[in-house]
């Protein structure tokens, strides 16, 4: 079992910055590829952001240009730099991990999330 757990959220301004943190821990063989995704109410969860194991990066368009997805494999822990935060940011924010194990079997774990609240 690998685990994930979230940190970093809070209440910001409309311009203001917060940098969210996902560690993982466990049984952990290879991490693949890692993302942030996040869930407004009322909304379907989206992604946000992913990274690679080559480091290659993926963003949503409305996030291009103010968010900056890391990963830190020595420290098994992923980052979502945010800058410029706007309202419409304001959601549940939750980390995923592709994990594969020695036989090569792959499994999605997921972060139990991290509130980002955003005023105008």
């Known amino acids: 079992q690998v685990q994930l757990v979230e940190s970093g959220g809070g209440l910001v301004q409309a311009g203001g910055s917060l940098r969210l943190s996902c560690v993982l821990s466990g049984n952990i063989f290879v991490i693949n590829d890692m993302g942030w995704y996040r869930q407004a109410p009322g909304k379907q969860r989206e992604l946000v952001a992913i990274?690679?194991?080559?480091?290659?990066?993926k963003y949503l368009e409305s996030v291009k240009g103010r968010f900056s997805i890391s990963r830190d494999g020595a420290k098994n822990t992923m980052y979502l730099q945010m800058n410029n935060l706007k309202p419409e940011d304001t959601a549940v924010y939750y980390c995923?991990?592709?994990?594969?194990?020695?036989?090569?079997?792959?499994?999605?774990?997921w972060g139990q999330g991290t509130q980002v609240t955003v005023s105008s």
């Open positions: 990274i690679t194991t080559t480091g290659l990066t």
């Open positions: 995923a991990a592709e994990h594969e194990d020695p036989m090569g079997s792959q499994s999605n774990y």
